[in-house]
C-alpha cells in the first residue's frame, strides 16, 4: 500500500511540472492537475498541505532530476569538455519551455521564501560541480586556476548572465557569441 500512495505522489509531481513546462508555474490550476492525474483534489490535499508546498515539492523533485542528469552526464568527459557541456547546456539557442520554468521559478523565489530556500540549495551544488570540474582539471594539469572558489562563482555569474539574456530572446548567433565569450573567460583563467 505504502509504495502505491508514494506511486500516486510521484505522479502527481510528474504531471505538476508537466503542467508547469506547459502552461508556467503561475498559470496551472488545482482542477488541470487533478484532471491530468485522473485524481480528486482530496487526493492532492492528502499528500501536500496546500498548493505551494505541492509546487514546491514537484519543483525540488524536477530540479533535482535534472541537475543528476546532467551530472550523469559528465561521465568520462576531461575538465575541459565537462564545462563546454555545461555552456552549451545553459545557452538555449531557440525558446525553451523548460529555461522559461526556471525563469519562473527564480521569479517565484524573489517573492516566496521557501522557493528561494531552494534556489538557493540548488545554485549551491550547481556550483560544487563547477568546483569539482575546475578542481579535477587543476589536479591533472589541463587547468590552472589560485582561486578555485572565485573562479567558479566568476563564471557561473557569465553563464546565468548570458542564459537570463537568451531565455528572453534567444537565437543561434546569441548563444554562439555568448559561448565564444565563456570559452574566451576559460582560456584567460583556466588556460
Sequence with gaps: MKASAEALKTKILDAAIALFIEKGIEKVTTRELTES????RSHIYHYFSNWQSLCLA????????????????LSGLMPRQKLLRLFESHLPAAPDATWQL?????????????????AETMTAEWQELMETIIRDGVTDGTLRCADIARTARQISAMLNGYADLLTVNP???KAREALADLNHFIDCVLG
Design 37 to 40: 492525474v485522473g485524481i480528486s
Design 58 to 73: 514537484a519543483l525540488e523533485r524536477f530540479m533535482r532530476q535534472d541537475y543528476e542528469a546532467f551530472a550523469d552526464s
Design 102 to 118: 526556471y525563469a519562473s521559478f527564480w521569479q517565484s523565489a524573489a517573492h516566496y521564501q521557501p522557493y528561494a530556500g531552494l
Design 171 to 173: 537565437s543561434e548567433a
